[in-house]
């Protein structure tokens, strides 16, 4: 399982027009499916997601996690993170879970997470989203389970 996590000051995610997610200071995570992902996986991203340092600590050192500084989580998938990239000037899926599956471990790791902390928003598995974000530093991270 993938998340490409961005420390944000703020970020929201729209469908259809209308707001379905939106955090203030906090990690937007953009979450890519592979085929054999499991339920363990998407439990030890989420850990991960919660506990990775790209927070300052007051010596302007980013040693403190979304969890230590209370901050908001946006959760949106995006199967295009799953994509074979390799070669070519074309993306393959054939690495991406299948749909349903997706959904199904999509769906699971936000219920883990607003079983566990809050703010959790999330974006709409399978629709057209527009995600906008304001990206703080810019501080970006490519988080991947196995």
């Known amino acids: 399982m993938i998340a490409l996590i961005q420390r944000v000051s703020q970020a929201q995610v729209h469908v259809g027009g209308e707001l379905v997610g939106k955090i203030e200071r906090g990690v937007l995570a953009l979450i890519g499916v592979q085929r054999g992902d499991t339920s363990a996986s998407a439990e030890r991203l989420l850990e991960r997601v919660l506990s990775y340092r790209v927070f300052p600590d007051a010596e302007d050192r980013m040693n403190q996690s979304l969890r230590a500084v209370g901050g908001g989580l946006l959760l ?30 999509f769906t699971s790791l936000v219920a883990c997470a607003r079983g566990l902390y809050a703010p959790v928003s999330a974006g709409v598995f399978g629709a057209h989203m527009q995600v906008s974000l304001v990206n703080d530093g810019p501080v970006t991270f490519w988080l991947e389970t196995r």
């Open 76 to 105: 949106v998938p995006q199967f295009t993170l799953a994509a074979d990239t390799h070669k070519g000037t074309r993306a393959g899926f054939s690495s991406a879970a299948e749909p349903g599956e997706a959904q199904r471990l």
